[in-house]
């Protein structure tokens, strides 16, 4: 059934500003006296129905919902590895076309709800009012999609997922600005944090499949399986983002900090005479199946914590950062798993500190220049957003791994990763 | 005159009776099954949900009609925060009997500051509800609406300055008035905004009740505080006129027969039944026969004519009804001869309060859980019904640009209007008419009769179905009670009982 055009119903924008009526007459309706008993009209003047207005946003309302509670796969990294090799066929291709779009369809719809579960007055606030229109518009667009039925219209799709990533890349900071606004005030601070604990994650997670399916059939390096890069080398990250770190450390402090990374791999492998023997190899570079930019990002935010520990606490050059890179596999489960362990000696954290720490919203940087805090697309503060170590953790339990701090207030700080990798029965 | 036509015929929500014409000429009735009611919202019909998609700024946060809701809203929100936590005074009736005796200009001035900053505290309580209600039941477009029409409401009344003489006083009736008018809107729009809830499952139905109940209770308390200050400066200004002062507590209770008002509702619902196409015109109509004493008590008439109406009216539906689907075979003959079994109210006076039995053979509540009664909306399906009747109702085709009315405007063009619209709102000295809560007696204007007649005559095939869940909350507001009791397959009794409202000295007004 397909409703003509000419009924959607426009509304001209009715200000009121001044203290001119509209031309309209006043509009009072029977329904008044028949409902109302403490009060006597007389029905006057008409307009538009209620009907046609009451069906079209009932039946948006309906869409989001059924979307919404449709039943939906967790990501697992064994789905996502699902596509071995390089070459997809035409079918191949369609196919995840199609499971990303449903799959987009129902994150949207479910941020949709959730961010409308919150209280009336929360959404009025502008800035996540903001985030709330956001969400409706990549809900229009992906709604808009035609279902993909050839290849070319997968190609189409990948700009369509391109868009949708476009559209939600630098929310966080809005959204974060928001809440501070509602906290405590019309929103209790933990069901704010819980509200946040999810949105944040399954809005990763949005974001996971969309990129996921651009990098399906766009792949970034070799070694990638859409966002999996099947051979992702640790230590190289590592020292990447070190040096990033470093390079914000000189501007904002004039200060450096060294780091030291130690690797072991403890595998068993075939020896020459086919039987199994173990192997521990050591400072090695290490390789691992994971998600380029989950991992690094985590990284990034442990190390600033680290070194700004480092040098805010005047612990002298000579004292490295040590990092210990450690995988091995795991017999029962089949999968392999990667631990990183960041340990610095910047005086540890303070057990008060330690109940929040994880907050969103929560920071123990002092910023007196808000355009510091709010550029995450650079990334250009070295800390302060409030967002580093709970988003570090969520990266790190989307898939099943973990995160752990281990404070020694006085001294410095152990932070544990641990990351499973897909199940060894897909690497070739 | 045989009908030819086929009719729908509702009967209660579970089910459905339709004349039809058979093969002997005569009219007959058949139950059928329910007629689908919404929209198919499972289609999977791309263009159809593209067409739709296009629609999603709808679902946002400010609508474009709106005066109040847009960014700077939640900014300049802190005021009315200020206010909403100040206390409400309550007030019992014995106060403003009171009141009533003995006025001076003190009193008059006094009442309208009170009444000035009531409002204000009250309202910014109700908004305050609203805003922490969440968003998806909040934003639909008739609860913004609602919240729309309370914040003018709010920024009028915060911002009218102490009144300290009698002119200041007639302005400030006006804007009461006005207040009063602009308020009328927001009832409908109340009503249809928690069946879309209902329907769309923003709002529990637990907590959907006791919204409703709430903000009707409180909506009940703001009218009567404004009218009765209305009615204080008009009994002021014409001191001269004789009025029964044993007739009346604080100017706005009358004293109700209550055989004449159960006599009246009746004759009213059983003239519509003659006017509209319920029913066959020479039918017989069951008889009303009412048992006991009459009592005579200070009440407000159209509360107390409003909720007899509802629960007559349901009886009168379901008697006749029952009657005719329990002889659906007889031919048409039988039902020119034979009435459908009475409706009996017994009257009974205690010490305390007045108490009301209404038996009916209406066939029960038809399996209807007693306490989905009293419930808004009910369930999901019959929410659905009930709005769709909602949209049939003629004369119910309100602004899609429903501008809220800015009564800080002294604008002569406004007040033209509204004289045309409302004349007995029109606090000209002369002319003023409160006289629509004059128990029982002929009315001054002779309008007035046409609207108490809708009140309760509105067209019996558009169910509802939330006459008695607003029965409760009036009757409960006047710290009374229903209970309703049924046999199924027989009929339902309903014990309705009143609290005797000047032996009260508790509380009335504190349900803010």
């Not at chain 1, 072991?264 to 090695?284: A, F």
């Not at chain 1, 995450?376 to 990266?395: D, E, F």
């Not at chain 2, 030819?4 to 929500?13: A, E, R, V």
């Not at chain 2, 969440?134 to 309370?150: C, D, G, K, Q, T």
Request: glycine share 4%; aromatic share 10%.
């Amino acid at each position: 059934m397909f409703i003509k055009s000419s009924l959607i119903i426009r509304r001209a924008p009715l200000r009121t500003l001044t203290n001119n009526l509209s031309p309209r007459k006043i509009n009072t309706a029977a329904i008044f006296q028949s409902l109302d008993p403490s009060t006597e009209l007389k029905t006057t003047s008409q307009s538009i129905s209620f009907e046609q207005d009451y069906h079209i946003r009932s039946s948006l309302e309906k869409i989001i919902h059924r979307y919404a509670t449709k039943p939906y796969q967790k990501i697992t990294l064994n789905k996502l590895v699902q596509y071995g090799g390089t070459n997809l066929s035409d079918e191949e291709i369609i196919s995840a076309a199609n499971e990303t779009l449903l799959n987009l369809k129902i994150l949207n719809a479910k941020r949709l709800i959730h961010i409308r579960s919150l209280p009336y007055m929360v959404v009025l606030n502008p800035h996540i009012s903001l985030s709330y229109s956001l969400y409706l518009r990549s809900m229009r667009e992906i709604l808009s999609t035609p279902p993909v039925l050839t290849v070319a219209d997968a190609l189409e799709f990948v700009k369509v997922c391109e868009d949708f990533l476009d559209k939600h890349a630098d929310a966080i900071p809005r959204l974060s600005k928001g809440f501070t606004e509602i906290i405590g005030k019309y929103y209790p601070k933990a069901d704010s944090f819980k509200f946040l604990d999810i949105h944040l994650r399954e809005r990763i997670i949005m974001k996971l499949t969309a990129q996921h399916f651009i990098f399906l059939m766009n792949p970034p390096t070799a070694t990638n399986i859409g966002v999996l890069d099947s051979n992702l080398n640790i230590n190289q990250l590592v020292k990447q983002q070190a040096d990033f770190v470093n390079e914000l450390c000189n501007m904002k402090y004039m200060k450096n900090c060294q780091l030291e990374i130690e690797t072991n791999n403890y595998y068993t492998s075939k020896d020459t005479n086919n039987n199994d023997s173990l192997i521990v190899e050591r400072n090695k570079d290490i390789y691992f199946p994971f998600i380029y930019e989950n991992l690094e990002y985590c990284i990034l935010e442990l190390l600033k914590n680290s070194f700004r520990a480092h040098i805010e606490n005047d612990v002298p050059y000579e004292n490295k950062i040590k990092v210990i890179i450690n995988k091995y596999i795991d017999e029962d489960a089949n999968v392999p798993i990667l631990q990183i362990r960041i340990s610095d000696q910047g005086g540890g954290i303070d057990p008060e500190t330690q109940q929040q720490m994880y907050d969103f919203s929560f920071t123990t940087v002092k910023s007196e220049d808000d355009s510091d805090v709010y550029d995450s697309q650079n990334n250009r503060s070295v800390a302060g957003m409030g967002y580093g170590l709970g988003l570090s953790k969520t990266y790190c339990q989307i898939f099943d791994g973990s995160l752990h701090v281990e404070s020694y207030y006085g001294y410095g700080t152990d932070v544990y990763i641990k990351l499973k990798g897909p199940s060894l029965s897909y690497a070739n | 005159m045989l009908r030819h036509t086929i009719k729908p015929h509702k009967l209660l929500p579970t089910s459905n009776i339709l004349a039809v014409n058979n093969h002997r000429g005569y009219t007959s009735y058949k139950q059928i099954t329910s007629l689908p009611l919404d929209v198919d919202h499972n289609t999977t019909d791309h263009n159809y949900i593209k067409y739709l998609a296009q629609n999603f700024p709808e679902l946002g946060p400010y609508p474009t009609y709106s005066k109040y809701v847009n960014p700077l809203h939640f900014y300049q929100n802190t005021v009315m925060n200020q206010w909403s936590s100040k206390k409400a005074h309550p007030i019992t009736l014995q106060q403003l009997a009171n009141f009533g005796k003995k006025l001076s200009k003190e009193k008059v001035l006094s009442s309208a500051n009170f009444v000035r900053l009531e409002i204000a505290i009250r309202i910014a309580k109700k908004l305050k509800d609203f805003q922490i209600l969440p968003f998806a039941a909040i934003s639909n477009h008739h609860l913004v609406r609602v919240y729309e029409s309370y914040y003018n409401i709010f920024e009028s009344f915060r911002k009218i300055k102490p009144i300290t003489n009698l002119e200041e006083n007639e302005e400030f009736c006006k804007t009461l008035s006005r207040m009063l008018h602009d308020n009328l809107l927001s009832l409908p729009h109340l009503i249809m905004g928690s069946l879309e809830c209902r329907i769309l499952n923003s709002m529990t139905q637990k907590n959907l009740d006791e919204f409703m109940s709430a903000t009707l209770r409180a909506r009940v308390s703001r009218r009567l505080i404004c009218e009765e200050h209305l009615s204080l400066t008009d009994k002021f200004k014409n001191s001269s006129k004789n009025i029964d002062m044993d007739d009346c507590i604080g100017d706005i209770f009358y004293k109700c027969s209550a055989i004449e008002n159960l006599q009246f509702c009746a004759s009213r619902i059983t003239d519509t039944y003659k006017e509209v196409e319920f029913l066959e015109k020479d039918f017989l109509l069951p008889e009303l026969i009412i048992q006991g004493n009459d009592v005579k008590f200070p009440f407000m008439v159209t509360h107390l004519r409003y909720i007899f109406g509802e629960i007559l009216r349901n009886s009168y539906d379901s008697t006749i009804n029952n009657f005719i689907y329990n002889n659906g075979d007889k031919p048409r003959d039988f039902f020119l001869k034979n009435r459908p079994p009475p409706i009996k109210v017994t009257i009974i006076n205690a010490k305390n309060s007045i108490e009301f039995r209404f038996s009916d053979q209406g066939g029960g509540l038809k399996g209807m859980p007693i306490d989905k009664i009293w419930s808004f909306g009910k369930n999901e399906r019959i929410a659905r019904e009930s709005l769709s009747n909602f949209h049939k109702i003629p004369g119910l085709q309100l602004a899609g640009d429903y501008s809220p009315m800015n009564f800080d405007s002294s604008d002569p063009a406004v007040e033209k209007e509204l004289e045309d619209e409302v004349p007995h709102l029109n606090i000209d000295p002369d002319v003023v008419d409160h006289s629509a809560n004059k128990g029982g007696h002929e009315f001054v204007k002779a309008n007035i009769p046409n609207t108490l007649q809708n009140l309760i005559e509105r067209p019996s095939n558009f169910k509802l179905n939330l006459g008695l869940a607003m029965c409760k909350v009036y009757a409960e507001y006047w710290n009374g009670n229903i209970v309703m009791n049924s046999l199924e397959n027989y009929g339902t009794d309903t014990h309705l009982s009143l609290s005797k409202l000047e032996m009260s000295n508790r509380l009335q007004l504190d349900k803010a």
